[in-house]
């Protein structure tokens, strides 16, 4: 039985990370996809778990050979999915997690029309933006380009077959466990 890959997206700052990183205790059989990126580590990052940190020249060459299932250049940095490592486990029956901006997301279902896509947003945009401010990650201006960022991305929740509210985040998480169960089940039927 072949795994299924799940994309997940939302802005910056609306807890997908906390949201993953709790379903992730929950559930078995399913792994993150590590992405590779150029920007800079930030504190607490580690190289291999949270992101593979390579430069542009590599990433650009990855790029022009096909190796990634996407990519693109979000908040003025490169960010891709190596499609050999995603692969690999879907044809080992191991369910696969991408979170991916938007921009990655339309271009993975593209690529894997079976894709389950998912979008985390907050309960308003005054509160997404207050969280960004208040995590102090970013340098003003790029706060700023998040927050411009956000509203850009909102605009695409449409476009996911599934968006889960982090209005409370208990709630948010038991929200994903049911979609990854729902699709685990479906797959149970086919086999």
């Known amino acids: ?4 890959l799940f994309v997940v997206s939302g802005p910056a700052g609306v807890g997908k990370g906390t ?3 709790e379903a992730f205790k929950q559930l078995d059989g399913i792994v993150y996809s590590v992405s590779c990126t ?3 580590p930030r504190p607490g990052e580690a190289e291999g ?3 593979f940190f390579i430069g542009e020249e590599e990433f650009l060459r990855l790029a022009d050979d096909g190796r990634f299932l996407e990519w693109a250049v979000v908040h003025g940095h490169y960010y891709g999915t190596r499609r050999d490592v995603v692969e690999e486990s879907l044809l080992a029956g ?3 997690l991408l979170e991916i901006d938007v921009q990655g997301a339309a271009q993975v279902k593209r690529k ?3 894709a389950v896509t998912i979008f985390i947003e907050p309960p308003g945009f005054a509160e997404l933006e207050k969280r960004l401010r208040t995590r102090g990650t970013e340098k003003s201006e790029e706060l700023a380009i998040r927050i411009e960022n956000a509203r850009k991305e909102l605009a695409e929740a449409d476009k996911y077959e599934y968006r889960i509210v982090n209005d409370k985040v208990s709630k948010a998480v038991r929200s994903f466990i049911e979609i990854v169960k729902k699709y685990r089940e479906d797959q149970n039927d086919l086999s």
């Open 1 to 4: 039985m072949k795994g299924t």
């Open 19 to 21: 949201i993953i990183a």
């Open 38 to 40: 150029t920007r800079p």
């Open 49 to 51: 778990k949270n992101y």
């Open 94 to 96: 191991i369910d696969v």
């Open 112 to 114: 894997m029309s079976d």
